[in-house]
C-alpha cells in the first residue's frame, strides 16, 4: 500500500527566504507526481506534474526535483511572497492498469510573514 | 475554458439522508474521480470513472456510489449519512493516455455538513 508524507507539517518563514517542502513515498513504482497548492476551505490548484521518467520540473519560482529509488521530491520555492501562504500537498499515482488512484499526503502548511 | 465545476458548493444534510453531488471535468477530459478530504488531512481516494464504468475504487463502503453520463460528467450520491462523512468532497478530471493519467485538475469542492 503506498503512503505519501510531507514534513514537516507546518512551516513559518519571512518573506524573500528560500525555502523546500519534503514529499516521500513508499512505493517508487510511480507513474507520475503531482504537487498542488490548496487555500484554505478551496480546491486544489496544481502547480508541477513530473512524469516518472523526470528528474525536475520548473515552473516560475517554483521547481521541484523526483528522486524515485529514494522516494523522494521535492518543492523548492525561490523568494517567498506572503501570497505563496497555503498548504501544499503532493500525490502520486500508479499506472492505470494497475491503480489509476491518486495517494495523498497530508500537506505542509506554509506561512510567509511579510 | 470553465475548468472543473462542482455543485452545490455548500451542503446541509442530517443523519440517514442521502445526497448527490454534481461535477462536470474539464474541456477534453474523459475520467472523473472523486476524493474526500477531511479538515486537516490530504484528500482520499473514493472512486474514479471513465467510459461511464466504476474503474478503481479505494477503500469506501458501498453506501458511496457514483455515476458518470455520456458527456462525461458525474455524480456522487451518499446514502445514510453519518456524522463522519462531513467533509470536502473533491473532484478532478484528467484525460487517459496509452500509459497512464495526466494531469489532473481539481474542481472547488462541496463541502458537506452531516448534522
Known amino acids: 500500500k503506498q503512503e505519501v508524507t510531507q514534513i514537516p507539517a507546518a512551516l513559518s518563514v519571512p518573506e524573500g527566504e528560500n525555502l523546500v517542502l519534503n514529499c516521500s513515498f513508499t512505493d517508487s513504482a510511480i507513474y507520475n507526481l503531482q504537487w498542488f497548492r490548496q487555500d484554505p476551505g478551496k480546491g486544489l490548484t496544481s502547480l508541477l506534474l513530473i512524469q516518472s521518467s523526470q528528474r525536475e520540473q520548473t515552473s516560475g519560482r517554483l521547481n521541484a526535483s523526483l528522486d524515485k529509488s529514494s522516494g523522494r521530491s521535492t518543492l523548492y520555492i525561490a523568494a517567498s511572497q506572503p501570497g505563496d501562504s497555503a498548504t501544499y500537498l503532493c500525490a502520486v499515482s500508479r499506472k492505470w492498469t494497475n491503480a489509476g488512484k491518486s495517494t495523498f499526503g497530508d500537506g505542509t502548511t506554509l506561512t510567509v510573514k511579510p | 475554458d470553465a475548468g472543473v465545476t462542482q455543485s452545490p458548493t455548500h451542503l446541509i444534510k442530517t443523519r440517514g439522508q442521502q445526497v448527490t453531488l454534481r461535477c462536470s471535468p474539464k474541456s477534453g477530459h474523459d475520467t472523473v474521480s472523486w476524493y474526500q478530504q477531511a479538515l486537516g488531512q490530504g484528500p482520499q481516494f473514493i472512486f474514479q470513472?471513465?467510459?461511464?464504468?466504476?474503474?478503481q475504487r479505494g477503500n469506501f463502503p458501498d453506501r458511496f456510489s457514483g455515476h458518470q453520463f455520456p458527456n462525461y460528467s458525474s455524480e456522487l450520491n451518499v446514502n445514510a449519512l453519518l456524522l463522519g462523512d462531513s467533509a470536502l468532497y473533491l473532484c478532478?478530471?484528467?484525460?487517459?493516455?496509452?500509459?497512464?493519467?495526466?494531469?489532473?485538475?481539481f474542481g472547488p469542492g462541496t463541502r458537506l455538513t452531516v448534522l
Open positions: 478532478a478530471s484528467s484525460k487517459r493516455t496509452s500509459g497512464g493519467y495526466n494531469e489532473q485538475f
Open positions: 470513472y471513465y467510459e461511464e464504468e466504476e474503474r
